[in-house]
């Protein structure tokens, strides 16, 4: 069982939702073995089609416990380093590993590593209500978790720098124009979302989703020849694909294409 996170995958489609509403869901070390449990069954799913991730109660995710970091009474200093090489970067790794689309739907505020793993995943919604809070400079730490990654490549450098360096909340509208998220919806529609993105994960192209995320996210690193090269073999692959068979199908009879994800 879990504590922490509640975790469940139907249809293909797995759900996280963060659980420690009364902490704004921050992340522990029991946090993170759970999570850790849950990407192990997920990875070994074959008939994965998705997976989404939110939160429980009015945030998404305050980042790092900071109960757990309270300083030594020795004086002696923690190593930082330690725990986002041990926690954080296989979190964040296996998410972008994962060969299905990941899916946010975030329910309120995400700061520190809370917002870092909200831009490590593929596609993200966020309620209107709901903020970004690269809250690491007020507590003397620069932005983790893939943090100095993810956000210049979403935003450009002048909003990256100016987010990170003064950490003033970036409502969910304003991530929307930047870039930084795909969709703000209204505080309303959350169980909606949630209900639609799983839908649309279940019954999606799968194996197109997979290659399609496998070559937006390699293109930051190629040049535009090999990305070329990269998407000749990836379409060729899915060339033989049944749901390509599927949709052509469904093309031809107007009807709209049942995928299986095969
Ligand atoms: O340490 C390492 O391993 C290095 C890695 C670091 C990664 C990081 O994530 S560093 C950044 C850590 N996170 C923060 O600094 C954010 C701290 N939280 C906040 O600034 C605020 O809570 C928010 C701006 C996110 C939300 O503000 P607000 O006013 O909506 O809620 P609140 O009242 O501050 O929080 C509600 C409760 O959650 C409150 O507890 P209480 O007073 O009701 O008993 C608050 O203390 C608690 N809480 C919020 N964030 C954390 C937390 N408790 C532990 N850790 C938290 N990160």
Request: glycine residues 12%.
């Amino acid at each position: 069982g879990y504590t922490q996170i509640l975790f469940t995958l139907e249809n293909g489609v797995g759900r996280i939702t963060l659980n420690r509403p009364g902490r704004l869901n921050s992340f522990t070390e029991i946090m993170h073995a759970e999570l850790a449990r849950a990407l192990d069954t997920l990875e070994a799913e074959p008939g994965l089609r998705g997976l989404v991730i939110t939160g429980a109660g009015r945030g998404f995710c305050a980042g790092q416990d900071l109960g757990e970091r309270k300083p030594a009474e020795d004086g002696s200093r923690r190593d930082l380093g330690e725990g986002l090489e041990k926690r954080y970067r296989p979190l964040i790794e296996r998410l972008r590993a994962l060969p299905v689309p990941v899916v946010c739907v975030m329910n309120g505020v995400a700061a520190g590593a809370g917002a870092s793993l909200v831009l490590a995943c593929d596609v993200v919604y966020a309620v209107e209500s709901a903020r970004f809070i690269q809250a690491f400079s007020k507590i003397g730490l620069l932005p983790d978790a893939g943090g100095t990654w993810f956000l210049p490549r979403l935003v450009g450098s002048a909003r990256a720098m100016g987010a990170a360096l003064f950490g003033e909340a970036v409502s969910a509208a304003q991530a929307e124009s930047w870039g930084l998220i795909w969709r703000a919806v209204p505080d309303a529609a959350l169980a909606d979302t949630l209900a639609d993105v799983e839908a649309t994960l279940a019954a999606g192209p799968t194996r197109a989703y997979a290659a399609t995320k496998a070559a937006l996210h390699a293109s930051s690193g190629n040049t535009l020849a090999q990305q070329f090269d990269l998407e000749c073999r990836l379409q060729r692959e899915l060339g033989h694909t049944e749901d390509y068979l599927e949709g052509m199908r469904a093309f031809a009879g107007k009807r709209p294409p049942v995928f299986t994800g095969k």
